[in-house]
């Protein structure tokens, strides 16, 4: 069994910025990526950003050039450092982890962390 801590959500003002973390609560595990989706009101869970164990990244157009997502492979730790918030950022922010298994994939989810970017 694997859980993902999230920490770092808040409420900050238009153009500023904030920096999630996301430990994993196993080390003994590999996690071919890592990263993070959002999900607005009325809205469907979308991706925000990965990263691969060989750090690979990927990114909403949305977010391209705002946001940047590191790891740490050690500590299976995923970080989301937002710049240059603005109001449609707000979102209930979740961790993946995805792990390659014999027959396919497994994601696990943290339990959301709540952004809100509002003056």
């Known amino acids: 069994q694997v859980q993902l801590v999230e920490s770092g959500g808040g409420l900050v003002q238009p153009g500023g910025s904030l920096r999630l973390s996301c430990a994993a609560s196993?080390?003994?595990?590999?996690?071919?990526?890592m990263g993070w989706y959002r999900q607005a009101p009325g809205k469907l869970r979308e991706l925000v950003a990965s990263?691969?164990?060989?750090?690979?990244?990927n990114y909403a157009d949305s977010v391209k050039g705002r946001f940047t997502v590191s790891r740490d492979n050690a500590k299976n730790t995923v970080y989301l450092q937002m710049n240059s918030l603005k109001p449609e950022d707000t979102a209930v922010y979740y961790c993946?982890?995805?792990?390659?298994?014999?027959?396919?994939?497994?994601?696990?989810w943290g339990q959301g962390t709540q952004v809100t970017v509002s003056s």
């Open positions: 993946n982890a995805r792990q390659l298994i014999l027959g396919g994939l497994r994601d696990y």
């Open positions: 196993r080390t003994d595990l590999s996690f071919n990526a």
């Open positions: 990263i691969t164990s060989g750090d690979s990244t």
